[in-house]
């Protein structure tokens, strides 16, 4: 019988009260896309909440504390080099605290950018897709 292992990941959009979001560029040391640009995120820990692992890695990577985060994007993809399925969730927070500070372990800069200028940065796969999402939803929330 054959066996796909599981990695589940998140990430959090973060806006400001200038319609803004956080991105994140990764170290040119990074093992993964390095060099590209990201929204805060990572590997859940063992038997974490989703939730709570976000705001850990936005904590760990941005030096914010944010605590209202809520899902409202997914993403899945098979990396059959390593016979792994990774599901992404993407949750979104707003904060008014802009003072972001990167973690020189894990990346070389950050930028506040307005979604419509994802375009002109080298950015992970899943992110256009995402801010589309993202602007969708302020455009016509949910709730």
Same mark, same amino acid.
């Given at each position: 019988?054959?066996?796909? +292992?599981?990695? *589940?990941?998140?990430?959090?959009? !973060?806006?400001?009260? +200038?319609?803004?979001?956080?991105?994140? +560029?990764?170290?040119?040391?990074? %093992?993964?896309?390095?060099?590209?640009?990201?929204?805060?995120?990572?590997? $859940? @820990?063992?038997?974490? %909440?989703?939730?709570?692992?976000? !705001?850990? @890695?936005?904590? @760990?990577?941005?030096? *914010?504390?944010?605590?209202? /985060?809520? $899902?409202?994007? +997914?993403?899945? #993809?098979? %990396?059959?080099?390593? #016979?792994?399925?990774?599901?992404? *969730? !993407?949750?979104?927070?707003?904060?008014?605290?802009?003072?972001? /500070?990167? #973690?020189?372990?894990?990346?070389?800069? &950050?930028?506040?950018?307005?979604?419509?200028?994802?375009?002109?940065?080298? /950015? /992970? #796969?899943? &992110?256009?897709?995402?801010?589309?999402?993202?602007? @969708? &939803?302020?455009?016509?929330?949910?709730?």
């Amino acid at each position: 019988m054959y066996i796909m +292992q599981k990695g *589940l990941i998140v990430h959090t959009i !973060i806006s400001n009260d +200038q319609g803004e979001v956080l991105i994140l +560029q990764r170290s040119k040391k990074n %093992d993964v896309l390095p060099e590209y640009w990201d929204v805060p995120g990572g590997t $859940l @820990e063992d038997g974490e %909440d989703p939730a709570v692992g976000a !705001i850990r @890695e936005i904590k @760990e990577e941005a030096g *914010l504390d944010i605590s209202n /985060v809520k $899902l409202f994007f +997914q993403k899945s #993809n098979i %990396d059959t080099s390593k #016979n792994k399925q990774f599901v992404t *969730l !993407i949750f979104h927070a707003k904060t008014s605290n802009t003072n972001a /500070v990167i #973690n020189p372990e894990e990346h070389d800069a &950050l930028a506040w950018i307005k979604p419509a200028d994802v375009g002109t940065y080298k /950015v /992970v #796969n899943y &992110l256009p897709d995402c801010l589309r999402a993202y602007k @969708e &939803l302020s455009t016509n929330p949910i709730n």
